[in-house]
């Protein structure tokens, strides 16, 4: 007996027939969940900051400690080696403690951690130290974060019917590119002004702030105080599984652990493995623009740490607002009666297309020339982000925290390979030439995998 899938069917009020009592309580609905999806924008824009605090400061920094480049790619990597191991821990958790809690100890966690980078000269006396306190530190920083985007799924799943899904997943991970547009410029003068260590300390600061902050405005939609009985019946109606956190914890708690059986059903699935490959090679081209990104335009373009942290800005306001279209798009095909799996799966592989433009800058000289053919490459990036509406749209109900931290899991495994094969490519090549041309063609793959092994998406339900 194989595992099988169902279509989810969304609510669509648009194309119903209403009754005037009903429209009467679809105007009166309160809208509580575009609060929690802005709360998950701000958190996941700080996530995406701390994760890049050291590609804004790495030229400094590396030139002040006489870090080469290939060190610098293992310190980049580190991030990737515990936000992957730590996944699947940290889905058990979500379906166990819910997302509210977990989430909360995740934001103080990695921002004390990020604190802690600021004052490692006060600690370490040779370049050999210093590697190993930076990696070691970013590999706390990754485990701390690796609750953070299976819970954003999670809670997108929980508050929005799955005709508002994709764009709502579209927004929050579109802040990975607000977080550079807002902060890389910040960050880069902090540096310039302040020098690095600054950098470290004002990110921890803040997001032990948000920590707080989370506590305060967080909730599931069954127990949110203010939430109306119309808002709660139209998005338990299209879709949302409003009840997440309450079934989810007691089936976690009665079985005591992981049921990895199931991770086993989900590895066994054609359709999910296709979506994991797809992610991984997704969040190569994410990776490379956190990391070596800034590296690049500084050494390969000549730009200064100031204007290499104002240029990056112009990629990430276009991958922004890719992300956020390609999430308008995917849900008004929805509505329009496309299928879910056309609307999901066109605007990917339109953006990942676009994406490979990126290797024309290996043939071109001209930096403001370059920030644009970078620019319309994040943007396709941007536009084809829509991996964890997918995984919401796909994820058993009894395991949604387990399920998005698997999919997390393959996906940032391209946190530890793409630093490290850059720097290497780097070092042997003498220039970033090879490493375009690596990251533009995890792009064609991930079209590979949407077009030919992916298939129908469809909500994947566990064999018991």
């Known amino acids: 007996m194989t595992p099988t899938v169902t279509a989810e069917r969304p609510a669509d009020a648009a194309t119903s027939s209403p009754s005037s009592s009903s429209q009467t309580a679809s105007a009166a609905r309160t809208k509580k969940r575009f609060g929690i999806l ?27 400690l006489g870090i080469d480049s290939v060190a610098m790619g293992y310190i980049f990597s580190a991030f990737g080696w515990s936000y992957v191991l730590a996944q699947l821990p940290g889905g058990w ?29 006060f600690v370490t006396a040779t370049a050999g130290s210093a590697v190993v306190a930076l990696f070691a530190l970013r590999l706390l920083v990754g485990a701390g974060e690796a609750p953070s985007f299976p819970a954003n799924g999670r809670i997108v799943a ?12 579209a927004i929050f991970n579109s802040a990975q590119y607000f977080a550079t ?25 803040l997001g032990l702030a948000f920590a707080f902050l989370w506590m305060k405005t967080i909730y599931s939609p069954a127990t949110h105080p203010t939430i109306n009985a119309a808002e709660l019946d139209y998005i338990s109606q299209g879709g949302a599984l409003v ?60 730009m200064s740490i ?7 800005a112009a990629p990430a306001i276009c991958g922004f607002l890719g992300g956020v279209l390609g999430g308008i798009i995917s849900d008004a095909l929805l509505r329009r009666g496309a299928s879910l799996t056309l609307a999901r799966k066109t605007p990917i592989v339109i953006g990942m297309l676009l994406s490979t433009s990126m290797i024309a800058c290996n043939y071109v000289s001209d930096s403001t020339l370059v ?13 084809g982000a829509l991996g964890w509406a997918v ?74």
């Open 38 to 64: 802005a709360m998950l924008f701000m958190v996941t824009t700080i996530n995406y900051a701390d994760r890049a605090t050291l590609a804004i400061t790495g030229p400094v920094l590396s030139k002040e």
């Open 181 to 205: 547009v807002l902060f890389s410029p910040l960050m880069a003068w902090i540096t310039h002004t302040w020098g690095w260590h600054a950098v470290f300390a004002f990110m921890g600061v």
């Open 243 to 302: 009840n997440m956190d309450q079934a989810a914890a007691a089936n976690t708690k009665a079985v005591g652990g992981p049921r990895w059986n199931y991770i086993g059903q989900l590895l066994s699935s054609r359709m999910m493995m296709g979506v994991y490959i797809g992610q991984y090679c997704i969040t190569t081209l994410t990776y490379f623009f956190l990391t070596w990104f800034p590296v690049y335009l500084v050494k390969e373009r000549g």
């Open 371 to 383: 920030v644009a053919i970078m620019a319309l490459a994040f943007f396709g990036k941007g536009l």
């Open 391 to 464: 995984v919401s749209d796909t994820s058993p109900k009894e395991i949604s925290g387990l399920s998005g931290a698997l999919f997390n899991t393959f996906g940032n495994t391209a946190a530890i390979t793409t630093p490290i094969v850059i720097g290497y490519l780097i070092k042997g090549s003498g220039s970033f030439d090879a490493a375009l041309v690596y990251v533009a063609a995890n792009a064609l793959v991930a079209v590979c995998c949407y077009l030919f092994v992916v298939g129908e998406i469809k909500r994947f339900e566990l064999r018991k």
């Open 93 to 121: 958790l979500l379906d166990r403690f819910g997302s509210k809690r977990v989430y909360a100890w995740s934001i103080a966690l990695w921002s004390v951690f990020t604190l802690l980078q600021g004052g490692i000269t």
């Open 306 to 312: 100031l204007n290499a942290g104002f240029a990056a």
């Open 158 to 169: 929980s508050w929005f019917p799955a005709n508002e899904r994709g764009t709502a997943s």
